[in-house]
């Protein structure tokens, strides 16, 4: 079993930055791929990036360039920096543990970029 809990969102005004961290339990970290989705009202949830286990990642076009994933295997936390904030990036930022089959969630933490 693994469990997840991320911290770290907030209130930002747009063109601001805010840095989320997930952090993990269980013994399996080092060797999952680890993600950050987001779901925004009204809108279906989206994979927003991911990091595999060597430190490979990948980005949602919507995201790249400003956001940066990474990851402390050591400490079993995954990491999202986010700046250059949008008003379109609220939404709710949840952290998995896998990005296909077996996915743990976080509970989530709400991310709100005001104009």
């Known amino acids: 079993q693994v469990q997840l809990v991320e911290s770290g969102g907030g209130l930002v005004q747009a063109g601001g930055s805010l840095r989320l961290s997930c952090a993990a339990s269980?013994?399996?970290?080092?060797?999952?791929?680890m993600g950050w989705y987001r779901q925004a009202p009204g809108k279906l949830r989206e994979l927003v990036a991911a990091?595999?286990?060597?430190?490979?990642?990948s980005y949602a076009e919507s995201v790249k360039g400003r956001f940066t994933i990474s990851r402390d295997n050591a400490k079993k936390t995954v990491y999202l920096q986010m700046s250059s904030l949008k008003p379109e990036d609220t939404a709710v930022y949840y952290c998995?543990?896998?990005?296909?089959?077996?996915?743990?969630w976080g509970q989530g933490t709400q991310v709100t970029v005001s104009s």
């Open positions: 998995t543990s896998g990005i296909t089959g077996n996915v743990y």
């Open positions: 990091i595999g286990p060597g430190g490979s990642t």
């Open positions: 269980g013994s399996t970290f080092s060797i999952k791929t």
